[in-house]
């Protein structure tokens, strides 16, 4: 099996900045993308930063410049430094891994695991 486990939630006061960290474990060789995903109260989740293990990554226009994700794809771990931070920014904020491959042969079918979330808060 394979579990994502998030930490680095918390409060913060606007222009604050907080660093979450991810991490995925169980019998993984490699993940072809990790992600950020957040959900505000009321709101639909929504894909913050991306990773390929190729290198590309990609951000949601809303957190362009102030975020910046980072990855150490032989910890199997991501990193979402978030700078700047506004009222704006609040919400869960969740981890991805999908298309992950136990083995360099062997792809995990349709797999794709979230973590539990972590709680993020930005207010004065």
């Known amino acids: 099996q394979v579990q994502v486990v998030e930490s680095g939630g918390g409060w913060v006061q606007p222009g604050g900045s907080l660093r979450l960290s991810c991490t995925a474990s169980?019998?993984?060789?490699?993940?072809?993308?990790m992600s950020w995903y957040r959900q505000a109260p009321g709101k639909q989740r929504e894909l913050v930063a991306s990773h390929t293990i190729g290198g590309d990554t990609k951000y949601a226009d809303s957190v362009k410049g102030r975020f910046t994700l980072s990855r150490d794809n032989a910890k199997n771990t991501v990193h979402l430094q978030m700078n700047s931070l506004k009222p704006e920014d609040t919400a869960v904020y969740y981890c991805?891994?999908?298309?992950?491959?136990?083995?360099?042969?062997?792809?995990?079918?349709?797999?794709?695991?979230w973590g539990q979330g972590t709680l993020v808060t930005v207010s004065s």
């Open positions: 169980g019998s993984i060789f490699s993940i072809n993308v």
């Open positions: 991805n891994a999908e298309d992950l491959w136990a083995a360099p042969k062997q792809r995990y079918k349709d797999l794709e695991v």
